[in-house]
């Protein structure tokens, strides 16, 4: 199994391209269900939990067309890919496949608009905490599905005439199931009014793909998102969205090592809230005309406080990163994580390289140490991963992560993209 070997102690100067967002891609792709026209995507990253819903898609009937061609800017492996699903071959997603990746569970919004008719098996994913799927249900119940749970899956039937629009209100915010319903109610009949949508980036990218398809939504970026149901979408061509996660960990990362990076390609008011925390810390932030740009010369690592909270709070998906930070702050700072609970796996494997954290219910307290140390540390999920390879940067001598799988789902060529800026980082086989 493969490991990233890290010599920490560089400082980070560069370029770093960001490459499309991994949280856009998979919905995107799954929009392609919806449609018997083909749906191009452009800049889709090329990770492992994209390779593995492709296979999902696949044994749905998607055919499924890339585009090989490396994108000059940025040279970043980004691809274009073609999805065409003529015919819907397959309304069950089965377990051997939706357990590896819990996004692959969306697939029963399309599939139950367009066939009337799906069985999804409970999903999988990162081991953070439970992550239930009754807002999924509720939601498409309310659009007047019958959802019935039977051997660890979801059995959903349309009512004969197809799903009716409606008004639901989510009673927490969800991505995932405002994707879904945006999807599924793109072609009901009637209107369909989400209230408590998510306001994320990736929900709005998802909105405005749906739109260039033929759908009517509008609200998108709102807590109150509005489709009036069409009764067929078409293909398009949409181009996916900058990964907000991978910006932010590449800054935080330059925050921790100091040095001075240009992230390419990526819009700073994708994380406003993250970036505010990273110049909170000490780290000059400014945005260039292609990207941001991120230094810090000199000058501590000054304590923050964050809170994670939905979209255009703190994210989630950066949290293990900027404790990874702080643990090299001057001082005292607490995160707290409010999205989901068991989200400090990596509180321990940072401790392995001297970090002192406190953990205290859903709050950690770091307290800042002059010096990390190298050591063999494991990777728990996909975000906890690159704090530690973040902290190995900035540690004294050799640091490994084994696990790396995590890191493969989600990030694009991280090892090069990180030695490109000076780094001492590189991926070993046993
Ligand atoms: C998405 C992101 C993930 C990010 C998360 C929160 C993708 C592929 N993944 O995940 O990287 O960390 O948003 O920003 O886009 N919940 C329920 N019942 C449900 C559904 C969710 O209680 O039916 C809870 C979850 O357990 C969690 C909270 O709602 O506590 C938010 O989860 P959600 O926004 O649904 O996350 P995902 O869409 O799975």
Known sequence: MDRIRIIGGNPLNGIIPISGAKNAALPLMIASLLTSDTLTLENVPHLADVEQLMRILGNHGV???VNGRRESQGETYSRTIHFTCRT???????????????????VIGPLLAR???????????????????DLFIEGLTALGAEMEIDGGYINAKAPKGGLVGTRYTFPKV?????????????LARGTTVIGNAAREPEVVDLANCLNAMGAKISGHGTSTITIEGVTSLSGARHRVLPDRIETGTYAMAVAM?????????????????????????????????????????????????????????????????????????????HITETIFENRFMHVQEL???????????QTAKIEGVQKLRGAPVMATDLRASVSLVI??????????????YHLDRGFERLEEKLTNCGATVERVSD
């Open 257 to 333: 090592t100091g040095g001075d990076v240009t992230l390419e390609g990526t819009n700073a008011h994708l994380l406003d809230t993250a970036l505010e925390a990273i110049r909170r810390a000490g780290a000059e932030v400014t945005e260039t005309a292609s990207g941001i740009r991120v230094v810090r010369n000199g000058g501590g690592i000054k304590p923050v406080d964050v809170v994670t909270d939905p979209y255009p709070g703190f994210p989630t998906d950066l949290q293990a990163q900027f404790m990874g930070l702080m643990t090299r702050s001057s001082g005292v700072s």
């Open 88 to 106: 819907v071959v397959d309304t069950t997603a089965p377990y051997d496949l939706v357990s590896k990746m819990r996004a692959s569970f969306w």
């Open 63 to 65: 055919d499924i067309a």
């Open 174 to 186: 969800s991505v995932g199931a405002t994707h879904v319903m945006m999807m599924a109610a793109a």
């Open 391 to 404: 902290a190995g940067l900035a540690a004294e001598g050799e640091t490994t992560v084994s696990r790396v």
């Open 115 to 133: 066939e009337g008719q799906a069985r999804v098996s409970l999903p999988g994913g990162c081991a953070i905490g439970t992550r239930p799927v």
């Open 351 to 361: 401790a392995r390289l001297g970090a002192r954290i406190s953990l205290s219910g």
